[in-house]
Every structure is written in C-alpha cells, then in structure tokens.
C-alpha cells in the first residue's frame, strides 16, 4: 500500500521516505495526503496506575518523536477509566519521567476523565439507536458467552430490552441504584463476529471507589475501548500509535469513531511491537507485586525497569534513547538483549562520566622507603574522552589502600599486579615494588610493604620505565569511607515472561544487590557527590551518588561494570 502511495505522488522524496521507520512512513504518507487537513497531532496515554518503565519509554520516544520529527505536537494524556488502580503519586511520576527522557507536551496535558460526559452522552445516543443495552448478566457469565474463534457467541437474554428500559437502567447505573458487577452497558453489534472484541464488548461498568479528579461523580466507567478512539477523537489526536496486542482492537476502535468522525477528520490507529528484555519483567502488575511485597526498595529500586529506577541507578536518558534507536520498530514482537540497553550505558557513560579512584575492598599498602610525613598531589584526567575536561589533584602518601584482589602471595604466570618481589604502577604516580606481606595470626594478610622508585612520577626521567601493570588506589591517610552498592539483573531467567508454570518470584536473582561498607574514595569524589553526577571509577565501572547518600554517609550505586560479565558467563556455558 505505501509503494502505491509513492506511485501515485511522484513528487515525494524518496530518499527522505525511505530512511524513516515503518510508522513514520504512514505518517509522513498520509501528511503528503493531506489528511486532517495536513495536521499531525500524536499522544502518549499512560495509564496512572504504576510508574512508567523502560516499554514506555519506547512508546514515548515514539509518540514524542515523530511528532517532533514531522513538527506536529504530542499530547500527555492520563487514561485514567478505573478509579480502582490510580492514583495522583503515579500522575506526577509520569509527568517527572517523561522529562527526564527530554520530552515536553507543553500545554497539552489531558484526560480521559475530562471526556466522561461527553462519553456518557455518546453511551446515551447509541442506546437510543438501538446500539447499546444493559445486561443484567454477571462478567462470568458474560464471559462463558463470548464464544470461541471459530465457534460464535450466544445472545445474551437481555439483548433485546427496549430503549425506554436500557436508558432507564443506565442511568440508575450511574446515580448509583446498582451494586458493582451487577450490570454493565454493552455495545449491540455481533455475537457471531470474527472479532472477538465485536461480540458485544462491554462499553461500561459499575464502579463506586471515588476517582482521583472526578470524586463520587460516577458510577459507571467506560472500557478502553469505548474510551480510546473517542478520546483521541475528541483531543484531535491523528495518529494513535499504540503496541502490537492492540491490533484486534483497531476494527473496535474504528467502530466507535464512526460514530463521532466525518471525512475532513479521524484518528488513525497504527501498532508497533513492544519493548521486551531479558532478565526483566515489565508487566506492571509483577513491578507493583514485587514493590507492595517488599522484593524490592521501591518503584525507584536502581535494579527496576522503570525510568525513574534507570534515573537512581546512574542511567542517562541519552543512553535509554540510544538504546530504542538501537532496536528499532518494527511489527513482530521479539525479546531484546539487556546486553545492548549496557551497551548504550556504557559508551555514553565513557563519553560523560569523571575518572577518579576508589577502592572497592582495600588493603592497606605502606611504602616503607617514602617520608612518613610527606603528601604530594598528583594530577588525574577528569575525561580522556573529552578536550576541555581537565584534571583534579590527587594526594598522595606513605600508605594507600589497593584492591585486595591486586595483590596475590603466589600467583599463576600471567599475574601481572602486585606480588612479591613485583613491580607495578601506581595510576598517575609512582612504581612501587613489595617486599613483604604482613599477615595477623589466622594467615590474613592485613598489610602489604612496598618501596617505591622516585624517578618514576609523571614528568621525571624514569616516568617512561614500562611495566606490566597499572593498579588504581586511594591515599589512606585522605580517603574517604562510603557506602556501594553493587546491582547485578534482578532476575537470573533469561525470559521470565516465557516461564508461565513458574512464579517469577522464584526467578529472582539472589545476588541482584551486594552492599559494601568501608569503601574508599578518593576526596575528589566525595567534593562531588552531588546526585546526578556520573563517575568511572577507574578499572572497576560507573557509579553514581544515591538519593541516600549524604555527606556523613556517602552511598554510591554501581550503575554498571565496566565490562559485561554476563556475556563472559553466557558464552562460556
Ligand atoms: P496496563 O494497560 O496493563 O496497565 P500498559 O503497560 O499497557 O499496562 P499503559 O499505561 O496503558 O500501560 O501504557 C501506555 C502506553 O505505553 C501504551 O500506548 C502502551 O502501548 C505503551 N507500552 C506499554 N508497555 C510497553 C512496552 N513494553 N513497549 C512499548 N510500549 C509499551
Ligand atoms: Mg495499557
């Protein structure tokens, strides 16, 4: 169909077309048509009943982006039809999240709730039309008529009620008359359909929990679908671009806005496939199990898959756009790598964060030949990766803390860190050699002795004197104790999705959170733990300052290793 399009309007560019997505192709297709009167008008409908994650996103960077790409304009609309579920706390957190990602919908901040007359009064025509009746029928019983695929429904008995009666009933639905679940307005279209949704969906229910914006006003809320094409209708929405799963919804959709649409105007409903990753569960009913049971910290946990646990854990939304771009648009679900969400992390992380030094689990090294009462600074790039970064001073003493793992008594051939008799660097100062470990009476060592060379700083003669290894290290007498936390994935199933015997709270990972006490940092980090702020730290991975942390106690989240150990695991099974 679009190649026709192209064939008939030779003046498109080509070229221009044929780099866009599939979804922005029939959007730039129907501006070429001048459809809507060449109006592009898109939307983002969360509903407010849980925090956004990293599948939103997607649809994010689309409904946003291709309205920012054509010069149309996005709409934020809260489809907020079930009092039960939401909440105002997700409202704002929706709100928060949308631009972190960097995308604004200005003044065009709607709801669904807005529309519930106009809705109503739609309900209230098709009754008259013999389009809608009410059935006295309990949902279970709804159900076990709906029919299968290839085997039609049956009637309902109270499919043939009189307008009079329908209208009657429905409003003492909504005044209240009526408990819940005792009757629901349904759509009179075909109980035989090969849609299953047009087997006389249900437009309305009975709910009495008070709503977030309209209080006790109603008792009876629309359905999704009697609610979405006709919001979007109402809004002006062109494009309603939504996931895959609602691809037998579109006939539904376009049934009722039949009802309200005419030929200079109708919204189009076009589906892309979600987001789905490995090692993660994105439903949200599991995301509020695993915060309501306590699995987890909270919606903003650093190992959750909603944006604003993405934020905390030291993610950028530059990395999170990248990453979308990356997987791309397409019409056939599939299950992405998390390895290529890392990915992005990690190269936009190099490009931004500050190098600085700390020690994950030290051990303290004295150098036995340096002057015990002597500091010197050594200076430290902030970013290799960048021209302007510049650098920050160091201290630099007698004893330094090292990784215990750096120094090994007798270690295999191909050691190239500290051991005995061994020379190693000293990032950015000297090269020091052991002569000793000290141990306690179990055997642990508690102390290694070195010498150093002073010849060998940066811009002395021996500054060149090559040797194998280059280890990171903090000056004890200058660090400072902090707090890490180290997130690995939170499930360890590659798609607990998939699991369905199995409940997904038996895939999670146990090892998804190691907290470590008395790590040191150099002071340059603790200057700079302000939130937000991004540090490699060096040969170990990125960290970020958590909303814990405070300048008594300062706490950092391991946003990602500097190296993907899971693929090193994956490939070696
Ligand atoms: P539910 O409707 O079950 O509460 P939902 O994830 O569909 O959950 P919504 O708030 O309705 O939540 O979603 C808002 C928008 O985000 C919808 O247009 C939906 O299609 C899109 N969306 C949700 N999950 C994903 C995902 N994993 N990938 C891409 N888009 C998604
Ligand atoms: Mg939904």
């Known amino acids: 169909m679009a190649d026709n399009t192209e064939a008939k309007n030779p003046e498109n560019d080509n070229t221009e077309r044929k780099g866009l997505n599939f979804v922005e192709q029939a959007v730039y297709d129907d501006l070429q048509a001048g459809k809507n009167g060449g109006r592009l008008n898109t939307r983002f409908p969360p509903e407010p009943n849980g925090y956004l994650h990293i599948g939103h996103a997607k649809a994010i960077c689309m409904d946003f982006g ?8 996005c709409n934020l609309r809260f489809d907020d039809t079930n009092p039960v579920k939401e909440d105002v706390e997700y409202v704002d957190a929706i709100r928060d999240d949308i631009h972190w990602l960097g995308f604004d919908w200005g003044d065009r901040e709607y709801y669904a709730s807005d529309y519930f007359p106009k809705l109503y009064d739609l309900a209230i025509r098709l009754i008259k039309e ?3 009746y009410v059935d006295d029928q309990t949902s279970e019983e709804i159900a076990a008529q709906k029919g299968t695929p290839t085997t039609p429904g049956t009637e309902s008995p109270y499919r043939n009620r009189s307008v009079e009666e329908n209208l009657d009933l429905f409003e003492r639905m909504n005044a209240g008359e009526f408990d819940e679940g ?20 249900i437009m309305y229910r009975i709910i009495k929990t008070p709503h977030h914006r309209t209080g006790t006003k109603w008792k009876v809320y629309p359905m999704y679908d009697f609610a979405h094409g006709q919001s979007d209708y109402f809004e002006g929405v062109t494009h309603s671009i939504c996931t895959l799963e609602f691809v037998p919804h579109r006939p ?3 049934y009722f806005v039949d009802e309200l649409a005419d030929e200079t105007y109708r919204p189009r409903q076009i589906e892309f496939n979600r987001l789905n990753l490995t090692y993660t569960v994105m439903s949200k009913r599991k995301l509020l199990a695993l915060v309501k049971e306590g699995l987890v910290a909270g919606w903003d946990d650093p190992r959750m898959p909603t944006v604003c646990g993405l934020r905390r854990r030291g993610y950028t939304p530059a990395a999170v756009r990248k990453f979308i771009d990356t997987i791309g648009y397409t019409k056939y679900e599939a299950l992405n790598s998390v390895s290529l969400l890392e990915h992005a992390v990690r190269d936009d992380l190099n490009r931004i964060a500050t190098r600085a030094m700390a020690v994950l689990n030290p051990v303290k090294v004295v150098i036995t030949n340096y002057p015990e009462d002597k500091v010197e600074t050594v200076s430290m790039d902030n970013n290799p990766e960048q021209e302007n970064a510049g650098t920050h001073r160091m201290p630099f003493s007698r004893e330094i803390y090292i990784e215990r793992e750096d120094f090994m008594e007798n270690p295999p051939k191909k050691f190239f860190r500290l051991a005995p008799g061994n020379e190693v660097r000293l990032k950015g100062a000297y090269i020091i050699k052991c002569t000793e470990a000290i141990k306690d009476a179990d055997g642990n060592i508690t102390e290694i002795h070195c010498t150093y060379d002073p010849d060998t700083h940066s811009g002395a003669p021996g500054a060149a004197r090559k040797v194998k290894g280059t280890l990171h290290w903090v000056s004890a007498a200058h660090a400072v104790d902090a707090e890490v936390r180290l997130y690995d994935r939170l499930f360890n199933v590659e798609n607990p ?9 038996e895939m999670l990972n146990p090892d998804s959170l190691k907290v470590l006490q008395g790590v040191k940092v150099e002071p340059f ?9 991004k540090f490699q730290f060096q040969r170990i991975g990125y960290f970020t300052p958590d909303l814990d942390s405070t300048p008594e106690h300062l706490v950092f989240n391991r946003t990602i290793a500097l190296k993907d150990t899971w693929e090193k695991v994956q490939n070696k099974g």
């Open 66 to 73: 291709v309205a920012e790409k054509f010069g149309g304009t």
């Open 130 to 132: 013999g389009k809608a």
């Open 182 to 201: 005792s009757r629901v307005l349904r759509a009179k279209i075909d109980m035989s359909s090969d849609n299953m949704h047009f087997r006389d969906p």
């Open 252 to 254: 539904l959709y376009d």
């Open 497 to 505: 999705a998939a699991e369905t015997e199995r409940d997904f709270r």
């Open 525 to 533: 980090i603790a200057e700079n733990a302000k939130p937000g702020t």
